[in-house]
């Protein structure tokens, strides 16, 4: 059974940080480019990171480096690191896979499979 697993959301402060994780099985996971997506009340789903199976990391210029997407194929886990939180990146966050050979990853085609979300909310 395919399973991905999200943990880490919660409240805080805007300018903090927070860590999120999402642990895989049920399938190999070098053969899978994992993502994190993010959506929002109200508004579309919205790509933030992936990451290929041989760990290449894409994040879009628009969050302007203030997350981190990283891979640890031991674990079957990958991480997103949110630094300088803004209210505006409150939404619920989920991990996906999708079955790739291609070197790099994208954002913008459908994953395979998808995590429950995990909700994060920036907020004084």
């Known amino acids: 059974e395919v399973q991905l697993v999200e943990s880490g959301g919660g409240l805080v402060q805007p300018g903090g940080s927070l860590t999120l994780s999402c642990v895989v099985s049920g399938f190999t996971f070098d053969d899978y480019a994992i993502g994190w997506f993010r959506q929002a009340p109200g508004k579309e789903r919205e790509g933030v990171s992936c990451s290929s199976g041989e760990g290449l990391i894409y994040s879009p210029d628009s969050l302007e480096g203030r997350f981190t997407m990283s891979r640890n194929n031991a674990k079957n886990t990958v991480y997103l690191q949110m630094n300088s939180l803004k209210p505006e990146d409150t939404a619920v966050y989920y991990c996906?896979?999708?079955?790739?050979?291609?070197?790099?990853?994208?954002?913008?085609?459908?994953?395979?499979?998808w995590g429950q979300g995990t909700q994060v909310t920036i907020s004084s």
């Open positions: 996906a896979a999708l079955r790739t050979a291609t070197r790099w990853c994208v954002l913008d085609v459908p994953y395979n499979y």
